[in-house]
């Protein structure tokens, strides 16, 4: 049986509410789940839980933590793009340090943590993958594509510097990030030192993977978590 419990994870900009699972045993590794923009919802919630079953601890954290973690609706946009404005590269980078410690001080090596990000976590974790030789990172439907995001370069711009393993999950009817913009990522990524993959789903929507929202795909999201966690089993030990 898994453990959940709510903590908070040290950083150079104070406490940083996470949500962390322990999974029955010994934890094969940590891996980091990065929330979408409406923060660390019920969805992301499941995600650790369902990492966690899977043999790895999850922790989930809270990158509005200092505009004071709020979980929003789904649909409730006029609060959610205020707080991605108030975002910045430092701060993302950061939060990224501060969680990769948390892992570290549970007794994870780095190869041993992994990270996979949904909407806009699923940026940062391709970010993530940048500054750290992880075992190994998940983007689901990360935008920021062309054009970068948070103060950050664009994804085309960083995948050439992958450090960490990299797969990317996306879908051709997502209306915010085109399949050219999709196929030049999977370009700019090849060219990284490590292993990268990019997978589409033709008839998935952006946020396919939430079965709280309208767009859940559940054939898309069914493959989607099997590819996301044999990533995480052929680079991170088996």
Do not use: K
Not at 151 to 167: N, R
Not at 196 to 212: S, W
């Amino acid at each position: 049986m898994t453990t959940s419990s709510e903590i908070d994870i040290v950083t150079d900009d104070g406490p940083m509410p996470g949500y962390v699972t322990e999974p029955d045993g010994e934890p094969r590794g940590t891996v980091v789940v990065v929330q979408e923009a409406f923060g660390v919802t019920a969805h992301i919630q499941d995600v650790t839980r369902r990492i966690a079953e899977a043999g790895w601890r999850g922790v989930a954290p809270a990158l509005f933590h200092r505009q004071g973690s709020p979980v929003l609706a789904y649909d409730d946009y006029e609060a959610v793009m205020p707080l991605m404005a108030e975002l910045t590269a430092g701060g993302l980078t950061t939060d990224l340090h501060g969680v990769v410690a948390f892992a570290e001080s549970r007794g994870t090596s780095r190869d041993r943590i992994g990270v996979v990000g949904f909407c806009m976590g699923g940026s940062v974790s391709c970010y993530a993958a940048t500054i750290y030789p992880l075992g190994a990172a998940v983007t689901y439907y990360g935008g920021g594509v062309a054009a970068g995001r948070f103060g950050l370069p664009s994804l085309v711009d960083l995948a050439p510097s992958l450090d960490t393993p990299w797969l990317g999950l996306y879908g051709d009817q997502d209306q915010g990030i085109p399949v050219e913009d999709v196929e030049a990522l999977r370009a700019a990524a090849a060219s990284a030192p490590v292993p990268t993959e990019i997978v589409r789903y033709p008839d998935a929507e952006h946020g396919f993977n939430c079965n709280d929202r309208a767009s859940y795909n559940a054939p898309a999201a069914t493959d989607a978590w099997a590819r996301t966690l044999a990533w995480f089993d052929r680079h991170m030990g088996g």
